[in-house]
């Protein structure tokens, strides 16, 4: 989400702003010519960490996300400026009177949106942010004519459910081609090693390929090998979801009632991809049992993906919506 939100600041220009990058590491794929002030990767003198933020004298402070880093939550509750706004890089509310406004997307919330959100809900268009073309020509270069029969399931674990388990089972099991479930672990959690274990129960051992998570070309020769990312249930993926369409390789997702469930489907609906969005539980696996059986039906949702995944691109909608926003808190 940094990524994203820098490239907004830097394609606006706000000249007569004065604008400082706050961070806790070094962010790639992004120039800035704004001052950087980098705070030390831990949360130790926290409070010598917010008496810096405060003496800059911010009027807005805006947060990529809150509760990806503690002291975000932290920072976030001593409102270290008049005006505080939260983007969807932690995709839930704050739920925090000190937080004014949540930038989301008009295409990921579900009906009556504001509902859940303590702060005022700032929808922006498509998926609500900037994305540089330059940040995916490797994956591009990467995108393959031909693919082994796999899902890979490209969400961490922690966003594992019994009921995408249970669906799991189900698609292989009423599969008529082989094919293999890649999964990337995220480390070694005990959160992993529960997972993977109450997959192995249910899914036959020889169909599932654990695999450490990897990076770079590696990564994205790796994901590139399969037909079919299968979306998580009520945590959907965001920039997991990226690679694979710029990748070409289609995202099947089950969207729910609320907006962290609903990236995947924001991307695919933007795509035209609407194919891809199950209606409820056995639908997903329907739509998944007929990818994986039928190479056409892959074919013919990658023939468009190539074509409509370029609508995520440098989007001027989402840029004068967010320049006329900030302008509007300054």
Not at 62 to 78: A, L
Request: net charge neutral; glycine share 6%; hydrophobic share 40%.
């Amino acid at each position: 989400m940094s990524k994203w939100l820098l490239a907004l600041f830097e394609k606006m220009g706000l000249k007569k702003t004065e604008i400082f990058i706050i961070s806790t590491n070094d962010i790639n794929g992004v120039t800035f010519s704004h001052r950087k002030i980098l705070l030390p990767g831990t949360d130790e003198k926290i409070l010598e960490q917010a008496h810096l933020i405060r003496t800059l004298g911010l009027d807005v402070l805006i947060y990529s996300d809150i509760g990806m880093d503690s002291r975000t939550r932290i920072f976030s509750q001593m409102r270290l400026a008049p005006i505080q706004v939260c983007h969807w890089g932690h995709p839930v509310t704050s739920g925090s009177s000190a937080i004014d406004y949540y930038v989301s997307s008009a295409a990921m919330e579900p009906e009556y949106p504001q509902d859940g959100y303590s702060e005022k809900l700032i929808s922006l268009p498509s998926i609500g942010i900037y994305i540089k073309g330059e940040w995916y020509s490797h994956h591009l270069l990467q995108n393959k004519v031909q693919r082994p029969h796999g899902f890979i399931v490209m969400n961490a674990l922690n966003k594992m459910s019994i009921e995408y388990i249970e669906s799991l089972r189900e698609i292989v099991k009423h599969s008529n081609k082989a094919f293999r479930i890649s999964i990337l672990k995220t480390g070694q959690s005990d959160i992993d090693r529960f997972y993977i274990g109450r997959l192995k129960k249910v899914v036959n051992q020889s169909v599932l390929s654990v695999r450490d998570r990897l990076s770079g070309e590696a990564y994205l020769d790796f994901v590139g090998d399969h037909s079919v990312n299968a979306d998580m249930f009520f945590w959907s993926g965001g920039n997991t979801t990226l690679d694979c369409i710029f990748l070409g390789v289609p995202t099947l997702t089950l969207p729910g009632k609320t907006m962290r469930s609903r990236h995947t489907c924001a991307i695919n609906t933007v795509c035209g991809l609407e194919v891809l969005n199950a209606q409820d539980q056995r639908d997903y696996e329907s739509k998944a049992i007929s990818l994986l059986n039928n190479d056409k039906d892959v074919r013919d949702v990658r023939a468009q993906m190539q074509e409509t995944r370029l609508k995520l691109i440098e989007r001027e909608d989402v840029l004068e919506a967010y320049q006329a926003f900030v302008l509007g808190l300054i």
